[in-house]
């Protein structure tokens, strides 16, 4: 009877390591699916933040060539009006 009961006592610290075991490993796969997605979620957002700032820099190279523009067709209308200016 003693030797049942030890056996059953064995069997039932066997049975609880190993669901112990078996919860650490899902707590451990969770963990790491978790890791997963905010590694993707970061890697996401830097994407977004270079495209951010590439058409932040495409908006700042054409303001300076808008710039160039009108300060050519300002000069431009200047001429003209000097070469006006001189033939009336």
């Given amino acids: 009877m003693e030797q049942t009961i030890n056996t ?44 951010e700032q590439a058409a932040l820099d495409l908006v700042k190279q054409k303001d300076v060539e808008f710039k160039k523009l009108k300060t050519l067709k300002d000069l431009e209308i200047e001429r003209l009006k000097a070469l006006l200016a001189k033939t009336t």
């Fill in 8 to 51: 059953s006592s064995r069997f039932s610290e066997k049975e609880r390591d190993y669901h112990a075991y078996q919860a650490r490993q899902n707590f451990l796969r969770e963990q790491l699916t978790i890791q997963y997605e905010l590694d993707q979620v970061h890697k996401a957002k830097l994407e977004a933040e270079k495209r």
